[in-house]
């Protein structure tokens, strides 16, 4: 629609005029000032899928791009007829046949008018204009309409054999003839190229690093819109400064694009209008689950959602703001870091809060407990298994535990400590030694803990034991030696037999003692306490020079028994 235009005139004509000349229409596209990047490959599928399929739905969560890429379809479609329909502003569902009806130049017949509700002459107004030839009819941001939208996309395909429908939406319609079409953040490259354009036309004299944009841009989970907002920032910061500042991004990330929809103006706008189409429960569901950084899955869910927590990870991942990954043939669901900072935000603001918080922190101690057991025994690899699904999810709350003495961070220490150890993620211990020896310092055991508490305290004193001496761990072997090492477990018992002959050293590669201590452990009558301690000390014969022959007469029994 050229501006300076009537109502309804297109290039000098009339809607009608074209129409009967079989002249192409054109209505409600807008062409950009900026060039769209890395979508080529979308309108390349898309364009393959609406000349097959009659009803086509573009998902993705709010500022992905989703209208930008509708208007470029719109633009390049080959169909006679194309008209695109913006509901955004559209509040009643009572409204879409009129927002539709105006975009095709149709109105009501007077006689007909019902100030209500657009009643069926209007209906039957639209399909006879839809019905005069091939036509793409795109209806645009449809998430918080979306019953009306499906009953009208119904009714409209039922009733005219050559028309072709392209909606987007944060949701699909599920309608039978729908096609949905996931729409993925931009790839990494074209993300970067975007924040450069885009941050060079706001300061052109801006300093670029490379790291520091591909960085900045996985931050924002190649959200198109955030990456926009933030290169303005570019006029008064630096893209290091932006970076370092995405912790608070709902207030960093503002725009100043005053031809911009005012649901585009902020990061947090965008994600409110999906807020607002939430439940009780879908939004509880959100605060909650923003809590786990990592992917999850159903049954993590339910642990801490109870019973709604189907229809409510249904809900999330319908609005676009969960993503549905496959792992090993299990599906799991992941959230954009942007929605899990709104999630931190929202949940912040809430009365519910701490009622959250503790449910999360009792689904990550309770799966923990669970397969504390299982670690060191002949249920090891599933339980392996279990955990290196969760630990990113989990390790968060055991420091959170940790830093607040919470005696339930020992229960999840006794899991995730012997779990990093058959694992051989040996530094994931290492960057516990600190915040436990902190935590134990004043700790006051509870009785019930201490067989989970000897666990804890082996497997920190063995690991310990490979590394050289740069700290101490006082609290740790305080606590090792007044409990002592008989465990029921007997892998714990010749990990803890071992672990005091560790912290009784001063310096277990050079002092003789220790090498006395170890070598005694090494002729044990108990075969786990005998093959505990060889490592250890074939480890200071070696730095001493002793290499020959070292196996058999550190250990004999180790040939004779086979």
């Known amino acids: ?158 009733a005219v054999a050559d028309l072709r429908i392209l909606t987007t939406s944060r949701t699909p319609l599920r309608h039978t003839a729908e096609h949905v079409y996931l729409l993925e953040q931009l790839p990494s490259v074209e993300a970067r190229e975007l924040f450069v354009q885009r941050a060079r036309a706001a300061r052109p004299s801006v300093t670029i690093d490379d790291e520091t944009v591909a960085s900045l841009v996985d931050h924002l989970d190649g959200l198109p819109l955030a990456i926009e907002l933030a290169a303005a920032r570019t006029r008064t910061l630096t893209p290091e400064s932006i970076l370092d500042n995405l912790t608070d991004r709902f207030a960093l990330l503002r725009g100043s694009d005053r031809t911009a929809p005012e649901r585009h103006q902020t990061l947090r706008a965008v994600i409110d209008w999906s807020w607002q189409l939430l439940d009780h429960d879908a939004k509880t569901a959100l605060m909650a689950m923003s809590l786990l950084p990592d992917a999850f899955g159903i049954d993590c869910a339910e642990d801490i959602l109870g019973s709604a927590a189907m229809r409510t990870i249904d809900d999330l991942a319908d609005q676009s703001l969960l993503t549905v990954i496959e792992r090993q043939g299990r599906v799991r669901f992941r959230m954009l870091e942007t929605i899990r900072e709104y999630g931190h935000l929202r949940r912040g603001e809430s009365a519910q809060r701490e009622r959250i918080e503790t449910a999360v922190e009792q689904w990550a101690v309770d799966t923990c407990e669970k397969l504390v057991d299982d670690l060191l025994g002949p249920g ?34 006794a899991a995730l400590l012997p779990y990093w150890m058959v694992s051989g993620e040996h530094i994931r211990i290492i960057e516990h030694f600190q915040l436990l020896e902190h935590f134990l310092s004043d700790w006051t055991m509870p009785a019930h ?114």
């Open 1 to 158: 629609e050229s501006f300076g235009s009537r109502p309804g005139q297109i290039l000098g004509k009339t809607h009608e005029e074209l129409l009967a000349l079989d002249q192409p229409v054109r209505s409600g596209i807008r062409h950009s000032a900026t060039s769209l990047l890395g979508r080529q490959r979308d309108i390349e599928v898309l364009t393959g899928l609406l000349s097959k399929a009659r009803l086509v739905t573009i998902v993705g969560p709010g500022g992905l791009g989703k209208t930008r890429l509708a208007q470029e379809l719109a633009r390049v479609s080959s169909l006679p007829r194309v008209y695109v329909v913006e509901l955004a502003t559209i509040g009643h569902a009572d409204e879409i046949l009129k927002a539709i009806a105006d975009r095709l130049h149709v109105r009501e017949n007077v006689n007909h008018i019902d100030r209500n509700s657009a009643g069926p002459d209007l209906r039957r107004r639209i399909i006879a204009a839809l019905s005069a030839g091939p036509n793409l009819l795109i209806l645009d941001n449809c998430e918080h309409l979306i019953d009306g939208v499906a009953a009208i996309v119904n009714d409209l395909l039922a």
């Open 380 to 413: 090891q690899l599933q339980a392996v298994g279990l955990l290196r699904e969760e630990q990113h999810n989990l390790t968060p709350v055991l420091r959170h535990l940790l830093s607040c003495r919470d005696d339930r961070a020992i229960v999840m220490l």
């Open 449 to 562: 803990l201490a067989e989970h508490t000897r666990r804890v305290l082996a497997v920190q004193t063995t690991t310990w034991g490979m590394l050289p001496r740069w700290h101490d761990l006082p609290a740790t072997a305080r606590l090792l030696e007044e409990l002592g090492p008989e465990s029921a477990d007997p892998f714990v018992r010749a990990m803890a037999r071992l672990g005091l002959v560790i912290v009784r050293a001063t310096d277990t590669s050079q002092t003789a003692g220790a090498a006395a201590d170890l070598r005694e452990l090494t002729e044990s009558d108990d075969r786990l306490t005998r093959l505990a301690a060889l490592p250890y000390l074939s480890g200071i014969q070696e730095n001493a020079g002793e290499v020959a022959d070292r196996s058999a007469r550190l250990c004999p029994r180790r040939f004779s028994e086979r």
